[in-house]
């Protein structure tokens, strides 16, 4: 959430960082519209407050003056007395309902870049800022797509996974669920060694934890919701992980806090129409491995290039070769206000895919879910800044496995920090 203070005190500078993202329908007008009405209301109300409280001084004095209780002068401050608590009682509900409109308005809001984040209307315009791994970029012509040779050794099952569930399902079969579950050992195994906390948070999750993070209410279409309940499928551990320390005030000392996750995540992918319909891309159900930091402001820009070092950690162990974003202003995510990602090589697509994204968002998505920090005796408290990754999505990583390390002869070799993990070192 954006900072009203921030809006009231510079509309001129919010505005123009919301127009580098490129759609002209964040205006700030009616806010501050609202924010005039609602600070104008407050001011009346802290007078006549102020008066209320005065009026009942009076009449205390006066009663302790001698002055009889039915005296008319007292009859007089008891008449405005009166009226001051009328006016107060229509005054409340209008600020609050100014309020609670403004809250709603500043939800729809998405995070202000950070000035270093690269101006640019699209993803045409992020910037690559290093590749890793061209010794190990092939593209040959015999290279199956992932789901062509994971469907060849057996180890995927679409077809069957659409007669239990849907479209954009996968049932994994023997060694194909055997090489998720190492992927996920490892690196879950690899981000602890770094430095993260695992944590098995709950998969459902309810209002409050999505809208925290920026989830709700502008993408409630793109998650899976139980009806009976206020709880939804969660879409990604960033959200779980993050809402643990929802409006709780932590000590500065304890941070940063280091947290990783593996989860099942659900989501309706509702604006991928017609996109990645086949393969392990883009499903409704797929793992992940997520990593979560909170942390001290002074330190967020430092805490997202180690992310993203944490992140291909993953893909330089497993050798595979990737390319590092950085995301423009016109293509960071609703609650980022910096974000690289990170794309891996597919040899049958000549070309690299997202299987990471890694996202500083300032004290966004801590405004919104009430997260803050004492630094030791200090007057007051600060919101801390929130940082999440992939380390990494799972499935998309199975899919660079099974194509950069696929042989002629249709087998797929095992990448060496794999093999203990699961026991073998090819699949035919």
Same mark, same amino acid.
């Given at each position: 959430?954006?900072?009203?203070?921030?809006?009231?005190?510079?509309?001129? $500078? +919010?505005?123009?960082?919301?127009?580098?993202?490129?759609?002209?329908?964040? =205006? #700030?007008?009616?806010?501050?519209?609202?924010?005039?009405?609602?600070?104008?209301?407050?001011?009346?109300?802290?007078?006549?407050?102020?008066? $209320?409280?005065?009026?009942?001084?009076?009449?205390? @004095?006066?009663?302790?003056?001698?002055?009889? %209780? =039915?005296?008319?002068?007292?009859?007089?401050?008891?008449?405005?007395?009166?009226? +001051? /608590?009328?006016?107060?009682?229509?005054?409340?509900?209008?600020?609050? @309902?100014?309020?609670? @409109?403004?809250?709603?308005?500043?939800?729809? *809001?998405?995070?202000?870049?950070?000035?270093?984040?690269?101006?640019?209307?699209?993803?045409?315009?992020?910037?690559?800022?290093?590749?890793? $791994?061209?010794?190990?970029?092939?593209?040959?012509?015999?290279?199956?797509?992932?789901?062509?040779?994971?469907?060849?050794?057996?180890?995927?099952? *679409?077809?069957? %996974?659409?007669?239990?569930?849907?479209?954009?399902?996968?049932?994994?079969?023997?060694?194909?669920?055997?090489?998720?579950?190492?992927?996920?050992? *490892?690196?879950?195994?690899?981000?602890?060694? %770094?430095?993260?906390?695992?944590?098995?948070?709950?998969?459902?999750?309810?209002?409050?934890?999505?809208?925290?993070?920026?989830?709700?209410?502008?993408?409630?279409?793109?998650?899976?919701?139980?009806?009976?309940?206020?709880?939804?499928?969660?879409?990604?551990?960033?959200?779980?992980?993050?809402?643990?320390?929802?409006?709780?005030?932590?000590?500065?000392?304890?941070?940063?806090?280091?947290?990783?996750?593996?989860?099942?995540?659900?989501?309706?992918?509702?604006?991928?129409?017609?996109?990645?319909?086949?393969?392990?891309?883009?499903?409704?159900?797929?793992?992940?491995?997520?990593?979560?930091?909170?942390?001290?402001?002074?330190?967020?820009?430092?805490?997202?290039?180690? #992310?993203?070092?944490?992140?291909?950690?993953? #893909?330089?162990?497993?050798?595979?070769?990737?390319?590092?974003?950085?995301?423009?202003?016109?293509?960071? $995510?609703?609650?980022?206000?910096?974000?690289?990602?990170?794309?891996?090589? #597919?040899?049958?697509?000549? /070309?690299?895919?997202?299987?990471?994204?890694?996202?500083?968002?300032?004290?966004?998505?801590?405004?919104?879910?009430?997260?803050?920090? /004492?630094?030791?005796?200090? /007057?007051?408290?600060?919101?801390?800044?929130?940082?999440?990754?992939?380390?990494?999505?799972?499935?998309?990583?199975?899919?660079?496995?099974?194509?950069?390390?696929?042989?002629?002869?249709?087998? +797929?070799?095992?990448? @060496?920090?794999?093999?203990?993990?699961?026991?073998?070192?090819?699949?035919?």
């Amino acid at each position: 959430m954006l900072d009203l203070k921030q809006i009231r005190e510079n509309p001129q $500078g +919010v505005q123009e960082l919301l127009d580098r993202r490129g759609a002209s329908q964040y =205006d #700030l007008t009616p806010i501050l519209e609202l924010n005039q009405r609602q600070r104008e209301l407050e001011t009346s109300r802290t007078r006549l407050q102020a008066r $209320g409280n005065e009026i009942g001084k009076l009449i205390g @004095e006066k009663i302790r003056a001698g002055i009889p %209780a =039915d005296a008319p002068e007292l009859q007089a401050l008891r008449d405005e007395g009166n009226q +001051v /608590k009328a006016t107060l009682s229509e005054l409340e509900p209008q600020e609050k @309902e100014l309020k609670a @409109e403004i809250e709603v308005l500043l939800l729809s *809001f998405p995070n202000l870049p950070s000035e270093s984040t690269p101006i640019g209307k699209n993803e045409e315009e992020n910037v690559e800022v290093r590749r890793w $791994g061209d010794e190990y970029v092939t593209q040959e012509d015999w290279i199956l797509p992932h789901w062509e040779i994971g469907e060849k050794l057996g180890i995927l099952n *679409f077809e069957r %996974a659409v007669k239990v569930a849907q479209s954009r399902f996968v049932s994994l079969v023997g060694a194909g669920a055997a090489l998720e579950r190492a992927l996920i050992s *490892f690196m879950l195994d690899r981000q602890i060694a %770094a430095g993260y906390v695992e944590v098995m948070p709950p998969i459902l999750i309810n209002s409050q934890s999505l809208k925290a993070t920026g989830q709700l209410p502008k993408f409630a279409e793109e998650s899976f919701k139980c009806d009976s309940d206020d709880l939804w499928l969660s879409p990604t551990a960033e959200v779980p992980l993050t809402n643990l320390y929802r409006d709780e005030i932590l000590e500065a000392s304890g941070l940063p806090i280091y947290h990783c996750a593996y989860t099942p995540c659900f989501r309706r992918e509702a604006g991928a129409a017609g996109r990645d319909t086949r393969g392990l891309i883009r499903l409704h159900q797929f793992n992940k491995v997520e990593l979560v930091k909170i942390v001290h402001p002074s330190t967020s820009e430092d805490e997202l290039q180690k #992310l993203v070092r944490d992140a291909g950690a993953i #893909l330089e162990a497993l050798k595979l070769p990737y390319r590092v974003l950085e995301l423009c202003t016109g293509d960071i $995510g609703f609650s980022s206000r910096h974000t690289y990602d990170l794309e891996v090589w #597919l040899p049958s697509a000549g /070309k690299y895919r997202e299987i990471s994204s890694c996202s500083n968002c300032g004290d966004f998505q801590a405004r919104r879910g009430g997260i803050r920090f /004492k630094e030791g005796n200090k /007057k007051g408290t600060q919101f801390v800044h929130t940082l999440n990754g992939s380390g990494l999505a799972v499935g998309r990583t199975m899919s660079a496995i099974l194509e950069n390390y696929q042989q002629p002869d249709g087998t +797929v070799r095992i990448p @060496e920090v794999l093999q203990p993990y699961l026991g073998r070192e090819v699949l035919t």
